[in-house]
């Protein structure tokens, strides 16, 4: 029979929650570690916003829709509180599968990869980019693991698949060992005509090894019926295990390896945190672009029109005319705002022209700047959606700086840019035709906002804001559309989009429930740079009725309207549409926003009592 007493000590697995848990600190520790690193180098070099980054470039355009719709200006909250649940999931699953095995390890090493190539896809990417990510990650595998070695130092709660017997564990061993001595003990006295005492004690009827094999655990494989051990363990056999026990059964082993791993975990969770802490203050020039944006004093303009008393409707629960800042929409593909001052910005406009120029706001401030209240919308705005607003822009004509440039007259494309790599094709005739398609600065007479593009951004009326609308513009590029593409026209949307006609119920709320007699249904219509010529409203399946429309302040603004229904009791169907200036009523077809906008008639069932 093999000595119990010679094999190795065993190493125990890992309890299994504290397995998850080490998989879910190594990947707080990666995503630490590299943001640390990002904040000395770009901040997008992050590995989360990396991530993130990738998968806003990759989402299906109907998963992308729909999020929007649900979420509207905190969809980039949701991916983020997506992605962490995500990653806790998989994290937890690396630690489990680390236990016995590193394969944990090697996946994060894959993972790893996946973000690597993430990072260095990023628009301003340079080979700096994948620091962040590789130090990241081999911090995250030492603590992977670090964590699960720790912890399976002491007793866990099963062990290695293939581990030896410890040497001692517990009276059978030491039994065993007593044996075999005594065996040889008496070998020898036997051989030298000694007489061994031990052998006049009457014999002891060994159990048989199924008997053994229950209480000991062992199999009858491993157990010598014949053995002295085997006999005297039969009759004495205690649970009691090498070392000093607990009352809750725990060797004393045990509980100071756990100790050691809570210990180590607890400081691992706060290096990570720490380290993301420390990344985010660094690379927080954000500071610096509050304070500089708290400076900024918008340049004295050409005024915009006054807006009249009739363009606006006193209804309770309509859109008002002007949009607040704080109530204006954000669609953009910036995870992390751009950190930009008006002291390092600097606008380069090049391609084909006769003169590049390079602008800082010293320059441009020589320039002259005007007011133009212009509406917005987003090419993601469903039928009926609220991703549209009208706002006061003050900034300097786009027209106006081409024309220092020199324009060649080949060149149908201005290409944006953005600090942070987004691109926007606008056609050339949009911002020549007259239109004030305006570099802007300021926004209901503050400075920009830096969620909606401060220092300066791009507003064209009469064009979606994938287009059109780039914000943090750091670059004018005149090109042609068959040399050049933009962001999302690489993604599949269309590379030229005019915003089309559409009427929005406001009043009634959706499944309101409304008295009858004289109701008051209000809403908006937009039709930029054509204007509204007519809405018409429809109660179930009767004739179109026409609203009563506010004044227009210009084609370049939306235009709200009202209509008084005689409503009977009954559940009813309200929809509105609405005929722009070219005389062209909106389509009944429902489509969605890809690839270029979408169409149909918005649509309330109210009841009515």
Known sequence: MKKLGAQARPRHALHRPSAALAG???????????HLIAALIDPAASPFYAMGASVVDHTPHALKDAAIRRFGSNDKLALFLSMAGVMVVFAAILGLLERRRPLGSVLLILLGGVVLGAALQRPTATGWFALPTVVGVAAGVIVLRLLIGRGSDGRGDEPVAGAAVPPSAGPIADADRSANGDTAARAHAAGSGGIDQSLSAPPIDPPSPPILARSTGMTAATVDPSSHSANTMAGRHSPRRHGRTRSDGASAPAKASRRRFLLLSAGVGAVAVGATVAGQWIGARLRDVVA????????RAVPAAPLGSGARLAVPGLTDFVTPNDRFYRVDTALQLPALTSGDWRLRIHGMVDRPMELDFDQLRQ???????ITMTCVSNEVGGELAGTAVWTGYRLADLLAEAGVHPEADMLLSRSIDGFTASTPVSAVTDGRDALLAVGMNGEPLPIAHGYPARLIVP?????????????????TRFDRAEAYWTERGWAAQALIKTAARIDVPAAFATVPAGDVIVAGVAWAQHRGIDAVEVQVDDQPWQPAALADEYSTDTWRLWTWRWAATPGAHTLRVRATDRDGITQTDRRTPPFPDGSTGWHSRVITVR
């Open 24 to 34: 879910v600190l190594a990947a707080l520790t990666v995503l630490g570690v590299g």
């Open 292 to 299: 500089d944006r708290a400076g900024f004093i918008v340049p």
């Open 367 to 373: 320039r002259v700047a005007v007011e133009r209240m």
């Open 462 to 478: 009469g064009l979606y804001g994938y287009v059109s609308a780039t914000k943090w513009v750091i670059d004018l590029e005149l």
